[in-house]
């Protein structure tokens, strides 16, 4: 059974830092693409980093570059998010999710398999 469990999320002020962590289970990580999405109320699920089964590859939502970065720990079968300079309008529930090892990366939360059950990032002003 696959199970991706995400942690991390909290309450934060605009302008300081969170890392997210997704703990996988019940499937080779190392041969899988990971991703990081998120919802806010109202809003529909967006893309907002991924990266690919080596860790060679990786790209953010131009409204996340330069704050926030993807990696991935094969050794622990974890994949980060590590999210600094944080605004309110980063405020969501953020969700990892994988597929099976593309050459290319996904940006499209329909191609992705299997899916966390998210974590709160609330970001005071």
């Known amino acids: 059974q696959v199970q991706l469990a995400e942690s991390g999320g909290g309450l934060v002020q605009a302008g300081g830092s969170l890392r997210l962590s997704c703990v996988v289970s019940?499937?080779?990580?190392?041969?899988?693409?990971m991703g990081w999405f998120r919802q806010a109320p109202g809003k529909e699920r967006e893309f907002v980093a991924a990266?690919?089964?080596?860790?060679?590859?990786?790209d953010h939502a131009d409204s996340v570059k330069g704050r926030f970065t993807i990696s991935r720990d094969d050794a622990k079968a974890t994949v980060y998010l590590q999210m600094n300079s944080l605004k309110p309008e980063d405020t969501a529930v953020y969700y990892c999710?994988?597929?099976?090892?593309?050459?290319?990366?996904?940006?499209?939360?329909?191609?992705?398999?299997?899916w966390g059950q998210g974590t709160q990032v609330t970001v005071s002003s």
């Open positions: 999710a994988t597929h099976r090892w593309t050459i290319g990366l996904k940006y499209s939360s329909g191609e992705y398999d299997y």
């Open positions: 019940g499937l080779t990580f190392e041969s899988y693409n």
């Open positions: 990266i690919t089964w080596s860790g060679g590859r990786s």
